[in-house]
DNA sequence: ATGATACTTGACTATTTTAGTCAGGTTTAT
DNA sequence: ATAAACCTGACTAAAATAGTCAAGTATCAT
């Protein structure tokens, strides 16, 4: 299963485009100052999120990026799906003769993964973007 | 977060232990060739798993292990502790200075990944040994 | 028009983690 | 005594992670 940095940066950096992009497009170069990450590797994780259609881009001066779907839309699994966070644990391995082969004898494991896997996804498919700018918002004050 | 292939191997041998080991002590070498896990990797993570007194051993010839509590004792939570499978999300860097510094300004994803590992805690904690056991004699009949 | 800003893309890389292997033990039942 | 089985620590190849670096292209403000 994976779950890293790249997912929480993703994470991270949408919130805060959803805090700001609804008075101008937000540049990378401000969220990369706001929240710490790499300008650089921002662009990679947004390249991805604009490939699923999750941000826009604006280019030139004063551009940046903005959402493209309201932020009530856009769930946790979406933002994971797009930076390659899979959200899968580690499958038992098909040349293996032994343990599982998929049909009968399934091994122990796999209907247990099987089971996590869906806990973890419906968690994040519970969870907008528009929960966690609030959620945000909250703490702040 | 972790869970990769040396807890999904835990797991298996377990419940291949807990079915076995009422009759004898069950040989590394029996789960090896039954799970198909390599004998070196096993006794790797057996070692483990008796230093945290999951399993028992039984040094010389007809030796092997058995479990050291009864299977319904014997959480997933423990077992995953036992071979490093951290169930912990990514933290965030402590030299970051901006976005999280654990204090007022928790960056969003901490709060996040918080309760994700609560979550996934809470189904690890469910599941007994003794319910996987009774699972998959259920799949096999 | 032109410079500055900011997106765009792809290749590259150091570090860490994973998933083992290997070698050389020690213990004990038979 | 000897073979089965546990025990330990060191080693390593391959993959994943978390980036960096370089060389663009598009567009706005002036």
Redesign the pocket.
């Known amino acids: 299963m ?1 779950l ?3 997912g929480r ?1 993703a994470v991270m950096a949408l919130v805060d485009l959803a805090r700001f992009d609804s008075i101008n ?6 969220i990369s100052l706001r929240q710490g ?5 921002l ?2 994780i ?2 991805k999120l ?2 699923k259609e999750i941000v826009q ?9 903005v959402l493209n779907k309201k932020a009530r839309e856009i769930k946790l699994t979406n933002i994971f799906d797009a930076v ?1 966070e899979k959200v899968k644990t ?1 499958q038992c ?1 098909k040349e293996s003769k032994k343990g599982c082969t998929g049909k009968l004898t399934k091994c122990v494991a796999h209907n247990l993964w099987d089971e996590l896997e869906k806990h973890i996804n419906d968690f994040f498919n519970e969870k907008s973007l528009e929960d966690l700018v609030k959620n945000n918002n909250e703490k702040r004050i």
Chains 1, 2 share one sequence.
């Open positions: 994976k890293t940095s790249k940066y497009p937000v540049s990378l170069r401000d990450i790499s300008l650089d590797y662009e990679q947004f390249s604009r490939k881009s604006v280019r030139g001066t004063q551009g940046g990026y390659d580690v391995k």
